[in-house]
């Protein structure tokens, strides 16, 4: 099947895909969230074992598409709801897909983009990648990726990481354990498919029944997370911090915050 935004090849009991708007820095529009469901579905289909995810050009993925985001402005509380919906729905299909997971992060992963790359089952970076949850500095709640990430790292850690919206290298992701390895560019996509193939040489099932059995430890907490999580990234969207912060990164100039 032809994707719009995303490119799907196999190989060797491998799926690969490619996020593919390199003059985007493959940052997440509606129609790329679309492909990615339908490309996850295809793939857990198939009979690829390993699904490896990357991005094309010099980075990763750079998060949401503002221009897109800038929409959201303008919609109802109830569209907004259901479009958190689809963005939460992305985001735990791929933390909890059936077959393992290896994120190869190629440059820049940025709010939607780290989040993207940690929900994978591991994940592998170059050392110029860069990563951030920056979504507080456009007056955004990260609210779906932080139901996630406080099970990764902690409470202390993901309040750092959230809250500041600071940017972090890849060394740093590594010793917060968000990152596995870190591997030079020239490298990545092999080491990638080395651990894939390390992945393969073990029982599918006995897998696939490791990775339900891990999830469903969290599986209670983490649904209502996520539906507390959906209602804070729709209700945000109707604040004037909101629209403040997307027009302002936009135009390029410091946000003027008031606080509503």
Known sequence: MDFETLLLAYDSG???ITLNRPEKRNALSFQLLTDLMVALDEVEKSTAQILILTGAGKAFCAGMDLEELKTLTGKSHAENVADS???????????????????????????????????????????????GYTEVRIGFV???????????VGHKTARDLLLTAR????????????VNEVVEAEQ???????LAMQLMENSPTSVRLTKKLINGFITAQLDAQIEQAVEENARIRQTQDFREGVASFLEKRKPRWSGK
């Open 14 to 16: 491998t799926a690969t």
């Open 167 to 178: 940017i972090f290298d890849a060394a740093e992701a590594y010793r917060l354990g968000l």
């Open 142 to 152: 990260p609210a779906i990726v932080s139901s996630i990430l406080v099970w990764q």
């Open 188 to 194: 990545l996509q092999r080491r990638a498919c080395e």
């Open 85 to 131: 919906k689809k963005m939460a729905r992305i985001f735990r299909r791929l933390y909890e897909f059936l077959k393992p997971t290896i994120a190869a992060v190629n440059g820049a992963a940025i709010a939607g983009g780290t989040g993207l790359a940690t929900m994978c089952d591991f994940t592998v970076a170059v050392p110029e990648a860069k990563f």
